[in-house]
């Protein structure tokens, strides 16, 4: 993963919880350097190993650590000199959920690296809509969950309705959310 995710985990950690917890994730995590480059690729293991040891240091399952830094994750970005780019993808959430690989493939422009989950939209209505995830990445839908609750906070829809309605499994290449609001 890149930097500019690390980045994240490190500033929500800070942010939240104070450097000192920062320090004690890093160290487990044998992240020995000060700072992550944004643009410099990085293991995903090291990206899993600060997320299962921010789990332990801060007393939370990993699933709501993913989640709570999905959420973040949204405005982290805007505040990253991504804003323009995230505006270009929609200005309501449907329009957005159905420009998010559109969205990544411009990002892959500026990140060559950048190995981006596929997202597609189904069974639109007017208050609803259904959310099909498909990633090389396992373990990754609580961040999805916490993304989504973010776009609802940007798009005013604080009080949407998140359901994890299908795994990826033998069966299914996908995992889909249903959104309602």
Known sequence: MYGLVNKAIQDLVCEKFGEDKWQEIKK????????????????DALTYSLVKNAAKVLGAEASVVMEAFGEYW???????????????????LPDFLNNL?????????????????????RNQT???????YRSTRE????????LLRGLGKRFNKENMKIE??????????????????
């Open 28 to 43: 487990m995590s044998n992240f020995e350097d000060d700072f992550f480059i944004g643009m410099q690729t990085y293991p």
């Open 74 to 92: 949204i405005l982290y970005t805007a505040q990253e000199g991504y804003s323009e780019m995230l505006d270009l993808a929609g200005d309501n």
């Open 139 to 146: 373990g990754m839908t609580p961040m999805v969950i916490g």
């Open 164 to 181: 994890h309605i299908q795994q990826k499994n033998e069966t299914s290449d996908c995992h889909v959310f249903r959104l309602e609001w």
């Open 126 to 132: 007017a208050n609803s809509i259904e959310l099909e």
């Open 101 to 121: 690989d559109l969205l990544h493939t411009r990002v892959n422009n500026i990140m060559p690296d950048l190995v981006a989950p596929q997202f597609s939209t």
